[in-house]
Structures are given as structure tokens and as C-alpha cells.
């Protein structure tokens, strides 16, 4: 549990350190360079490495059993998700809905937390995927302004049906996944 709370603190302070400390960030910049873009990819990679092995080595405390049909919601909650956060990589107005949301990664991050805690009743669950709600919430009310990988006037993405297709790759990726580290998205 404690892998999970450092990877968890690392995470807020790696990407709150963009939206609150701009100086700092500038220091970076001006000292490391792009390099500095690499230093902080490596940190964010680490705290996420760290969730990893603090949640698969946790001991299991469970809270609450949820029920089987839970996963369905879940399911279509996680599609869901990947609409909303691949929304940033389509034009404007390409999207067929979400598409004038202010933050779609965040939102869409949130999305994916919350079906996350609606089908994991254990303790390390809560702490992991709540403290990543909790940041995401966070990160909206202090960015301020929609947080994108991708600038929506160059956007890759045209069609609404490559966002799809886009979008149901990614859920059968994530599901091969999770299938492979001996998660069984399916009830």
C-alpha cells in the first residue's frame, strides 16, 4: 500500500508542478532544456510503475463485494472514457458529442476512475483509483483551461468513424491487457 501512496504522490506533484508552478518549470526548461520534457516523462513513468507494483502486491481488504452486473457498467463506462478522452486528437466538431467539452483527458480520466471504483471493493482500490479521481478534479479546477496532447486545429483525427475506430482498439487493447496480467474485464 505504501508503493501506491508514493507512485500516487509522485503522480499529483509531477503534474500539478504544470498547471501551479510555472517558474519552477521555466527553471527546469532553462537549466535541462527538452531535456527537462525527458526527466519529467521518466518521473510520471516511475510513479506509475510504482501504483503498479504497490496495487498488485497489496494486500486484499475488501470493503465491499460488488455485484456481478456492475462489470457491464463498467464496460460501457470505459468506452465511454476513451470517447471522452480521445476527443482531443479529433477536430472541432468532428466528435459526435463531448466535442465542446472544456478538459476531455481529465474528464474522460475521471470517467475511467469512477468505473474503476464501481467494480473494485478492496481497499488498495479505493486508495488507488480514488487518490487518481481525487487528482484529476484537482487538476481541472486548477488548470483552468483545457490540458491537451494534441492542438485541436491539428488535430489528426477528421472523421468521426477513425475516432471511433480509434476508440474500439484502444477497448480491445485494454481488454487483451488486462486479460494478460489476469484481469477479466468480462463478469
Known sequence: MLLIVIGLGIW???HLLRSCAKDYRALLQQR????SKGIMAVIILLSLALMIIGYRGADTVLLWAPPVWLTYVNNVL??????????TATKPGTAFIFGSLKNPQLTGFIVWAVAHLLVNGDLASVVLFGGLLIWAVAQIAVSGKSVSLVDQATAPISSPWVHLGLVAGMFVLIVLLHN?????PFA
Do not use: D, K
Not at 535541462?32 to 531535456?35: E, L, Q, S
Not at 494478460?180 to 477479466?184: A, D, E, L, M, T
Open 12 to 14: 499529483i506533484a509531477a
Open 32 to 35: 535541462f532544456g527538452n531535456a
Open 78 to 87: 470505459m468506452l465511454a472514457a476513451l470517447y471522452i478522452y480521445f476527443t
Open 180 to 184: 494478460w496480467i489476469g484481469v477479466r
